[in-house]
């Protein structure tokens, strides 16, 4: 079993940075793609961006050029440093490991005030 724990979320203003962490501890994994999601009140939760094991990372147009999506392996954390934040960018935002198995995280909430 793994275990996902995120942190680093809070309250920013507009236009204000915050870095979110990962932790993945438990059993040894293989994965394909580490992954961040988000999800604001009322709505879906929706893909954010994408780290796949060959180091390429894909983005959600919403964030592209303002998220960048990393990887700590010696430490066994992913992290989502996040620019130039709009109140829009306001969520719950969740990691995940996708591969043999799926595990997710319980999730950090980010508020951006305006």
């Known amino acids: 079993q793994v275990q996902l724990v995120e942190s680093g979320g809070g309250l920013v203003q507009a236009g204000g940075s915050l870095r979110l962490s990962c932790a993945a501890s438990g059993s040894s994994f293989s994965f394909n793609a580490m992954a961040w999601h988000r999800q604001a009140p009322g709505k879906q939760r929706e893909w954010v961006a994408t780290?796949?094991?060959?180091?390429?990372?894909n983005y959600a147009d919403s964030v592209k050029g303002r998220f960048t999506i990393s990887r700590d392996v010696a430490k066994n954390t992913l992290y989502l440093q996040m620019n130039s934040l709009k109140p829009e960018d306001t969520a719950r935002y969740y990691c995940?490991?996708?591969?043999?198995?799926?595990?997710w995280g319980q999730g950090t909430q980010v508020t951006v005030s305006s």
């Open positions: 995940a490991i996708f591969g043999g198995n799926n595990y």
């Open positions: 780290l796949i094991t060959d180091g390429r990372t």
